[in-house]
């Protein structure tokens, strides 16, 4: 079994639709994260939900809305989307111990047209 | 989070041993370091990770000198399949597990 899984794998659209990504751990992890990874490379992260709260909110425009209906689940909507959103997302998790280290998921790649 | 500094490719051979240094000069005293693989299209993917002197697993070792201002991420006898991006990371502990990737060393394996 997928211990991070993510759908869709690729999300084609048009600028100004919404769209969201879903994000499952089987893992039993408390912790939940969303980070972009753009052309460049460079991975960013974007928010963190522990039990369904959310920890970390770096600066990403309001257009980006986590949603963490239980602390397996942690989906990422996205409003009015612009061409500078087209990136990979990834969603990973971790556990509680200061040692544990996260696990990522396949990502998602959001091509905005 | 302390930032960490680290080549931004290298090359090698199959068979042989490839080391990847990463300074970071401002470590935090509960700094723990980690070393993630991100194969191209794929999720990084968790290698090692240890907080002082040496830790050995099944896929590498991380050399830790007493200071802690820098980290030796070994891999030995690289195959093709080891052709990917290493990212040297610190901190991840807390409740928030917060980590800062860099641009990572992009290692190239050559037959």
């Known amino acids: 079994d997928t211990a991070v899984s993510q759908t869709p794998k690729y999300l084609v659209t048009q600028m100004g639709n919404d769209k969201s990504i879903k994000c499952e751990q089987n893992?039993?992890?408390?912790?939940m994260y969303w980070y972009k990874q753009d052309s460049k490379k460079f991975l960013k992260i974007m928010f963190s939900?522990?039990?369904?709260?959310?920890?970390i909110n770096e600066t990403v425009p309001n257009r980006f809305s986590p949603k963490s209906p239980d602390k397996a689940h942690l989906n990422l909507h996205i409003n009015s989307l612009e061409l500078g959103d087209s990136a990979v997302y990834f969603c990973?998790?971790?556990?509680?111990?200061?040692?544990?280290?996260?696990?990522f998921g396949p990502g998602t790649r959001l091509t905005v047209l | 989070l302390a930032k960490t500094t680290q080549p931004i490719s290298m090359d090698s051979y199959e068979g042989q041993e490839v080391n990847i240094t990463c300074s970071h000069n401002?470590?935090?005293?509960?700094?723990?370091i980690t070393w993630y693989q991100q194969f191209p299209s794929q999720g990084p993917r968790f290698i090692i990770q240890?907080?002082?002197t040496k830790v050995t697993n099944e896929v590498a070792s991380l050399f830790i000198p007493a200071d802690r201002k820098s980290s030796t991420l070994s891999l030995p006898r690289v195959s093709l399949s080891d052709t990917a991006v290493y990212y040297c990371?610190?901190?991840?502990?807390?409740?928030?597990?917060?980590?800062?990737f860099g641009q990572g060393t992009t290692l190239q394996v050559k037959p």
């Open positions: 401002n470590i935090a005293t509960n700094d723990y």
């Open positions: 939900y522990n039990n369904k709260e959310l920890i």
């Open positions: 990371l610190l901190g991840g502990s807390g409740n928030t597990g917060k980590l800062i």
């Open positions: 240890g907080y002082k």
């Open positions: 893992l039993g992890h408390d912790t």
């Open positions: 990973a998790s971790r556990g509680l111990a200061v040692t544990d280290t996260q696990y």
